[in-house]
């Protein structure tokens, strides 16, 4: 009995949600004829209802939960692959003079590692490829454009001269990504940091500093496409499945007394998000077994974070390797203002 009142109220609520989305759709200035797929139904009901009324966080919650129960549209800037899993409509694009884009942040890598070299320190280049490519299996015939599936290639054959790239894609633990969210999950967090840390020993020998994982708790994750594609308050079928994550805090143990010196970090970690999501410094640290300090940022894109720390060049003392994380997918975005400024400035 109470499945079927179950399925009666579910029923109701689709009937009620279809018919409110109906009403507000016959006024939309965009004709419907787009596709799903791309989102442009979304961007036009958005357009419409940003207009008319201030949304509540709640109702507007809703209102794409039924969008996504009845037809499965996450909104222009998430497409949805296999079910339950989304992704970076960013990443499936293409991007106009794209490869123009490439060869200038070429030169940019070219003198970052120059720069760094100048004053003795290593640079270990980390590009992190395409959540599309590396859980490819779940896309689920989702169409990712010819210049985003050569992306990563494209990187390589121009960088070839770069000894300290390191190459993610081989060997990847796929799918090793959170389903609702553009990051690694913990094993690929892990499994990056093994590689990276790999490099990082060629130039450095391993530490001996105590260090341990705590025990972990779990804990309901909003990924930051749910959120993208405002799904994140709601639950299934009005949103896919939640994920969970199973948290731990590192514990390092440092020796000594308050006073004593404590040598600096000589690994610097100048990264993206991904740098910040899914324990991948704890995992760097363990791997080479002494602390690494932390100047990544959150929306760095390209090289944000590196730009910051050549900005402030005393942060750079005693540092030995800096390990420079970025998305593949912002090789083909236009230049940032700072970008071009260092690319400007004499060598």
């Not at 694009?93 to 070429?106: D, H, I, K, W």
């Not at 260090?211 to 749910?226: E, F, N, V």
Request: aromatic share 8%; net charge neutral.
């Amino acid at each position: 009995m109470a499945r079927i009142v179950n399925t009666v109220v579910f029923l109701l609520l689709l009937l009620a949600g279809a018919v409110t989305l109906m009403w507000r759709w016959s006024s939309i200035d965009a004709p419907l004829a787009g596709s799903w797929r791309d989102g442009s139904v979304t961007a036009a009901f958005d357009a419409r209802v940003n207009r008319s009324m201030t949304v509540d966080s709640v109702l507007d919650g809703w209102l794409h939960g039924m969008l996504y129960a009845v037809t499965g549209d996450t909104g222009p800037q998430v497409r949805q692959g296999c079910p339950g899993w989304l992704f970076l409509a960013e990443e499936t694009a293409s991007t106009p003079q794209g490869e123009q884009n490439l060869l200038q942040r070429v030169r940019l890598a070219a003198r970052f590692q120059a720069t760094l070299t100048q004053r003795g320190i290593a640079l270990v280049s980390v590009p992190v490829p395409d959540k599309v490519e590396q859980a490819r299996a779940q896309l689920c015939g989702l169409a990712v454009s010819t210049q985003a599936q050569g992306r990563r290639l494209a990187w390589q054959r121009a960088v070839n001269d770069l000894s300290s790239y390191v190459d993610l894609h081989r060997g990847w633990p796929a799918p090793a990504y959170w389903r609702l969210d553009t990051h690694w999950n913990r094993t690929g967090a892990a499994w990056a940091a093994g590689k990276v840390a790999t490099k990082v020993l060629a130039v450095v020998p391993a530490g001996s500093v105590a260090m341990h994982i705590g025990a972990a708790t779990t804990q309901r994750r909003s990924g930051d496409l749910a959120r993208l594609a405002k799904l994140d308050r709601n639950n299934p079928p009005f949103a896919p499945e939640p994920e969970y994550d199973r948290v731990a805090i590192l514990d390092i143990e440092h020796t000594g007394g308050l006073l004593d010196d404590v040598a600096p970090p000589q690994v610097l970690l100048a990264g993206s998000s991904y740098s910040l999501n899914a324990g991948f410094i704890d995992s760097l640290q363990l791997a080479l077994g002494q602390e690494v300090r932390q100047q990544s940022q959150d929306g760095g894109g390209f090289a944000g974070s590196l730009l910051d720390l050549l900005a402030h060049r005393q942060r750079l003392d005693g540092v030995k390797v800096v390990v420079w994380e970025w998305p593949l997918r912002t090789l083909y975005q236009p230049l940032t203002a700072d970008e071009r400024a260092f690319l400007q400035q004499a060598p």
